[in-house]
C-alpha cells in the first residue's frame, strides 16, 4: 500500500508546471548568463522575463501563465514598454 501511495505522489509532483519551471531554470542558470555576457544586461523590465514566466506560470498554470509569459517577451522591443512589471495577482507567499 505504501507503494502505491509513493507513486501516486510521485505521478501528481511530475506536473507540466514542474517541468515548465525546471526548463527556465536551466534557462535562468546556463542560456541567460551566455547571452549576458555577449550582449550585457539588456533587461527592459523588472523582474526579468524569466522570472515572470517563472512567476505566471506557477501562479496561473502553464496555459495560461506561459501566455502571459509569451506575450511580456513580445512587448520586449525598443518600442515596447520597460520598467517594474509583475505577474498580476501573484502575490509572494512567504
Do not use: Q
Not at 508546471?17 to 525546471?22: P, S
Amino acid at each position: 500500500m505504501a507503494r502505491a501511495e509513493t507513486s501516486d505522489r510521485l505521478k501528481a509532483s511530475l506536473s507540466p508546471r514542474l517541468a515548465a519551471a525546471g526548463a527556465i531554470a536551466i534557462y535562468r542558470a546556463a542560456i541567460s548568463p551566455v547571452i549576458h555576457a555577449f550582449n550585457g544586461p539588456a533587461c527592459r523590465f523588472e523582474p526579468s522575463c524569466s522570472a515572470y514566466a517563472r512567476d505566471a506560470i506557477a501562479h496561473y498554470g502553464i496555459v495560461r501563465g506561459g501566455a502571459m509569459a509569451i506575450w511580456r517577451i513580445a512587448r520586449c522591443n525598443p518600442m515596447g514598454g520597460h520598467g517594474y512589471d509583475p505577474v498580476a495577482g501573484a502575490e509572494k507567499k512567504r
